[in-house]
Antibody
Framework: EVQLVESGGGLVQPGRSLKLSCVAS????????MNWIRQAPGKGLEWVAY????????YYAETVKGRFTISRDNAKNTLYLQMTSLRSEDTALYYC?????WGQGVMVTVSS | DVVLTQTPPTLSATIGQSVSISCRSS???????????LHWLLQRPGQSPQLLIY???RLESGVPNRFSGSGSGTDFTLKISGVEAEDLGVYYC??????????FGAGTKLELK
């Protein structure tokens, strides 16, 4: 069974940092480019970042460029998102996804 | 930036009714490699999105064949031939042609009439 399990979310103050993790199982993680996609409460989907299967290509949405860093460890079947200088508008449910496979999401709330 | 415009924003249907959702792009989604990377997702209430159709018309494994996709260039359509209760939720189109800047449509909520 394919699983993507995100963790690391929570309540954080503006300007602080948080690191999300996503552990994959049930498929060959190292063969897939991966994304972080977020959904603000009651809103639609927003692509955040992409990393290729071998980490050679990394891209970010303009809204997070310079503040977020995507990375992966294929030996650990894990995807990461390091988030710094968090803003209230970063409040959202963050999904780890390959388009075909999606995690259940992890909530990040940025508030003082 | 590519903008995807979905219509209608809300769709009311009865069980068994056939419905269509439109996704119009501000730029052609035909990639230089000849492929068109326009996909459709369904997000059921309280659930993560799931891939229904990829590359305009290719049905994802396990997705019922009452779902179909069509279109080219800038105009695309998702059709459900005979809505079932499990089809309720929000449908999103997403483009990958102009990756890595993936963009989503705003979504179409399918509800029961």
């Amino acid at each position: 069974e394919v699983q993507l399990v995100e963790s690391g979310g929570g309540l954080v103050q503006p300007g602080r940092s948080l690191k999300l993790s996503c552990v994959a199982s049930g498929f060959t993680f190292s063969n897939y480019g991966m994304n972080w996609i977020r959904q603000a409460p009651g809103k639609g989907l927003e692509w955040v970042a992409y990393i290729s299967s071998g980490s050679s290509y990394i891209y970010y949405a303009e809204t997070v460029k310079g503040r977020f860093t995507i990375s992966r460890d294929n030996a650990k079947n894990t995807l990461y998102l390091q988030m710094t200088s968090l803003r209230s508008e970063d409040t959202a449910l963050y999904y780890c996804a390959s388009w075909r496979y999606w995690g259940q999401g992890v909530m990040v709330t940025v508030s003082s | 930036d590519v903008v995807l415009t979905q219509t209608p924003p809300t769709l009311s249907a009865t069980i068994g009714q056939s419905v269509s959702i439109s996704c119009r792009s501000s730029q052609s989604l035909l990639h230089s490699n000849g492929n068109t990377y326009l996909h459709w997702l369904l997000q059921r209430p309280g659930q993560s999105p799931q891939l229904l159709i990829y590359s305009v018309s290719r049905l994802e494994s396990g997705v019922p064949n009452r779902f179909s996709g069509s279109g080219s260039g800038t105009d695309f359509t998702l059709k459900i031939s005979g809505v079932e209760a499990e089809d309720l939720g929000v449908y999103y189109c997403v483009q990958g042609t102009h990756a890595p800047m993936y963009t989503f449509g705003a979504g179409t909520k399918l509800e029961l009439k």
